[in-house]
């Protein structure tokens, strides 16, 4: 797998927790809530379909759901105005960081966002400083092992295939997962080719993929793995892109 799939295994190793998953249920609301702004129906309203097909691969509750949609349609009078809004940052020895946030609040949101940074010896970067370098992707991940790491039965070659005859960019084959990059504008027609084709998706999001990643180890990958934990903790962060060289030894080491 490359760093992106690697550092989802370990957030989803981390996440396992109650206490986490009650975190992960907010942050997934309100990705729906702002998504529904464009419409409540998620057969017309690509992105409130991404948003929900999420939130039912965590096991959010059908009535989470469906509130948050309410709420983000204005049928609701109490929901809150969130609005989403990327922050730039360098991690210790210059590895870029993408914040990506929903929030009601701007002020708290950088403060709390500066006080991690600084903790972590980095610091919060002007708008354009980090991102040149990232491309918005397309992203889908595709299990070839089940939990107890035995194979699935699912075909590399097969999705391989699929995928470039539905307009993907690139696609890695690994040893237990199969990942699909597209561009950023054929994501919803990528994901109903392959959907329609028999294949379904472990991830499937829009990301950030960095364009050059920076190789680090020991203390110093893990300053950097500490850094983007403390960024995810943190209610208004959504998603946290890096271009840290993850490794499989890093992995075990942090999950």
Known sequence: MSGHSKWS???RKKGANDAARGKV???????IQVAARNGADPTTN?????AIDKARAENMPKDNIERSIRRGAGLEKDAAQFESVMYEGYGANGVAVLVDCLTDNRNRTISDLRHVFSRANGSLGEPGSVAWQFTSKGYFVFDLVDENGAANGVDPDAIFMAALEAGADDVVIGDDAVEVYTEREAFAGVSNALSEAGFTASTAE???KPNLLVALEGDDAGAIFNLVEQLDELDD???????LDVTDE???QFA
């Open 9 to 11: 295994t370990i957030k």
């Open 25 to 31: 249920f907010t942050k997934l609301a309100r990705e």
């Open 46 to 50: 690509f992105t409130l379909r991404l």
């Open 206 to 208: 829009l990301t950030m």
């Open 237 to 243: 962060v959504s998603n946290v892109y890096h271009n």
């Open 250 to 252: 890093m992995v075990a």
